[in-house]
Each structure stands twice: as C-alpha cells, then as structure tokens.
C-alpha cells in the first residue's frame, strides 16, 4: 500500500511561482512513475507533467513545458515547480506514484491507470 501526501499550492498573481510537493510512503518501492495532473470545475482531470524514477525521464503537457519542472528533492519526496504561472493553471493538482507503471503506461495521458492519489492541492492564479 501506498500513502501519499502532498502540499504546497495556494494563491497567486499571473506571473507568479508555486511549488507542490507529494511525499510517499506505505510499502517502499525502488522506482515509481510519478504524475502531476490537475482538475479544474467541469472539466476532466489532465496530464501536466511525470517522471519515470528508473531512467530521469520527464515529460510534460505542452502548456507546461518550459514553466513547470517535475523533481524528485529527496528520498520519495517529489515536486512540481510552477513558474509563470497563468490564470487557465487555476485548478486542483493531484499528485500520482505508482511503483507498477513503466514505458507507455507511465504517461501524463493516461491518469485512469494510477492507482495512488495524493489529497489534492489547490491552485489559484488572478490575472
């Protein structure tokens, strides 16, 4: 079993910088694939950025490439650092790790798969 805790998030001009952080614990793993996706009211819940814990490997949503960075800071602990952050980012982030998702199935366009969520962390960002 995996527990997962985030936090971070909050409140934001345009422009402006957060930063989420998602600490797993339960049953240790030697990897995970480990998602950031987030849902805004009445739409579904999509894709921003991942990480594959074995090989480095990143990728991102296109609206998150070049501001967002997914890391992992430290012994389970990963994050996601937002910059220039822009009021359609306004949304609920969920953190996702998953020790069992690998190649294709560790991707930021397949959320159903995860079977681990974080709580959720909100972020607002005005304009």
């Known amino acids: 079993l995996v527990h997962v805790a985030q936090s971070g998030g909050g409140s934001v001009q345009a422009g402006g910088s957060l930063a989420l952080s998602c600490v797993v614990s339960g049953d240790r793993y030697s990897r995970y694939c480990v998602g950031w996706f987030r849902q805004a009211p009445g739409k579904e819940r999509e894709g921003v950025a991942i990480i594959d814990t074995s090989k480095g490997r990143t990728d991102y949503s296109n609206s998150a490439k070049t501001r967002f960075t997914i890391f992992e800071s430290a012994n389970n602990t990963f994050n996601l650092q937002m910059n220039n952050l822009k009021p359609e980012d306004t949304a609920m982030y969920y953190c996702?790790?998953?020790?069992?998702?690998?190649?294709?199935?560790?991707?930021?366009?397949?959320?159903?798969?995860?079977?681990?969520w974080g709580q959720g962390t909100q972020v607002t960002v005005s304009s």
């Open positions: 996702a790790p998953d020790p069992a998702l690998y190649g294709g199935d560790c991707s930021i366009s397949r959320p159903l798969i995860f079977r681990y």
